[in-house]
């Protein structure tokens, strides 16, 4: 799993993820909410066969055939949205082999696309997502209205039915406590953020999803351009952060990282909670230079394996919240080692 | 330093050491709060008198000759009392060469001889500390009055002048907080606890000084043998709880031991009251299996060389409080893998 993260982006040094997603729903059908499962069906089908040439690069899964915890796997891999996992009926998507895109059919719309690829990459990845866009058009009538543009199940998906979300790492933001000017600069400028597992998780492991706020009135290319500019200017914050922290207080990042390094290497017991803090702190240790032989992107994939599905599915049974923290400093330990040896 | 380590006692899994300390004035002079200089150097040319036949395992020291750096290091070294190290007049004391005794002369008494041995050692403790004091008394005529006994400058020591100290290392009695009825239990047999700097000073690392209250209307021997069973019955208790811990909380307290070592190998600065928690859920690890490979001796010894001015002395400088915590997580980390191999 987390093939995406093999992908190449800019700027890996804070950026984790770059996600694109559009809302799309078919024409003379009624929203998910509203449809019976017959109609949920067809809808189903009219995706399918839209991608019936690509079905050699596309796996297809239905939500009632998953079980719990693969359903929140696919989750906390990022691969479909909480909501979709939710579903009771007629959800599904389609999965893309190297994992960049997701189609999910019968979520909150009828069909949403997403791209998902490492660092900061929202050109490549609005690319991708249109392409899929396209393709899907070519077969399907999308619900389209010339004033309102795509339209969408909720509301504050109308228009481009666009959300570009680019998910960062800003520890020392954090710490300084400065990130919370620039979360309430955000919103002032239609962008806005949230937790790293949507809308409202909360923030683990000084990680936060900066994204568009407003689909209506703006075209998709000026939302793309104007969030991949504010997400640089937050790197450059986070960059010049960590800089002043390594000129005037190195000993206590030093403190912090190597702190985090060794309760992850020795703990016995462990939240998932807990663990996403102290692999933040060495995250950012490998970013800087305090620790090397670590690969980052070691550390970004073990932020996700530990997460309680995956801790579940890799242990192949479904456990306590004991048994998990248990398991979970194991998995973290052994990983370690691996990393280190 | 710290010689007196190297000695051997019983349940050192709980005990650390054992401490007998006698108060002796010299008949027809002043006590030592009211003393001229001259008075002082008198009572000190007495004692050295006394003990000349002994001049080749003892050191002497004069308080005004040491820097303040070393008078607190043989204070953190249990070796010479906190009130000794601040006399400005005619202050000294003999070290005995293996470090198990020391004749503190002009502190609050004129002559105070304490042994210091390793575990629980009352009985070898009290016969070292009569053949000193029986020494001493062949050729100096003692404060002696036939109903109080042995005149001391406080009222509180008058009698036997007899302080027998154990320390005891209780983390698991504190971890259930059953410590605290153990320490209000004390006081109703004339026993008390104490910080394991003396009177006043805070309990760190989970280290008790266990001793008598009463030095009137008791005998030596029975003060002792009644400390003795006493320490005996909270040993039981330490270890029945640390059974306890390790048979129905065994991961946690896994977690809790583990952690500290994580901690104490990593970090980078660490204050002396942190260190000394951790290391004292370290030598809980060792005493009960949960570490192999280390010395719970060598932990001792840890928590003793980690204190300020040790700190200082093995750096050979003063330091200030941000420097010593970067200087002590250094030594602990290099010990540690020392330790570890």
Redesign the interface.
């Known amino acids: 799993m987390t093939k995406w993260l093999e992908s190449v982006g800019t700027d890996e040094d804070v950026v984790i993820s770059t996600r694109l997603r559009i809302a799309r729903n078919i024409s003379n059908y009624k929203f998910p909410d509203f449809m019976t499962i017959d109609e949920g069906q067809s809808v189903t089908e009219e995706v399918l066969n839209a991608m019936k040439d690509n079905k050699d690069i596309y796996k297809f899964y239905r939500i009632e055939d998953l079980s719990q915890l693969e359903k929140t796997r696919f989750v906390e891999d990022h691969l479909i949205s909480p909501s979709l996992a939710t579903t009771t009926k007629s959800g599904s998507f389609l999965l893309r082999d190297d994992e960049k895109s997701t189609i999910m059919i019968n979520e909150e719309d009828h069909i949403r696309i997403q791209v998902l690829l490492s660092g900061l990459n929202t050109y490549e990845g609005w690319e991708l997502c249109s392409e899929i866009d396209d393709y899907l058009e070519k077969n399907i009538e999308y619900a389209f209205h010339e004033k309102f543009g795509y339209l969408t199940s909720c509301p504050t998906n109308v228009g481009t039915g666009l959300r570009a979300s680019v998910m960062v790492h800003l520890p020392c933001l954090s710490m300084t406590g400065h990130i919370n000017t620039i979360i309430d600069g955000l919103g002032k400028i239609g962008l806005t953020s949230r937790g790293i597992y949507g809308e409202g998780s909360k923030a683990l492991g000084h990680l936060f999803q900066i994204s568009n706020q407003i689909t209506l009135g703006e075209k998709e290319e000026d939302i793309i351009k104007k969030l991949n500019k504010v997400v640089l200017q937050i790197v450059a914050r986070e960059r010049s952060t960590r800089g002043y922290m390594l000129d005037r207080k190195k000993?206590?990042l030093?403190?912090k990282v190597?702190?985090s390094?060794?309760?992850l290497?020795?703990?016995?017991?462990i939240s998932s909670t807990e663990a996403m803090a102290h692999l933040s702190n060495v995250k950012l240790g490998c970013d800087v230079g305090i620790i090397s032989g670590i690969n980052p992107k070691d550390i970004v994939k073990l932020m996700i394996d530990i997460q309680p599905a995956n801790i579940q599915k890799s242990s192949n049974k479904e456990m306590m919240k004991d048994e998990r923290d248990?398991y979970r400093?194991q998995i973290i330990r052994n990983k370690f080692i691996d990393m280190e040896g």
Chains 1, 2 share one sequence.
């Open positions: 000993i206590e030093e403190d190597f702190r390094l060794g309760i290497n020795y703990s016995r017991l248990v400093a």
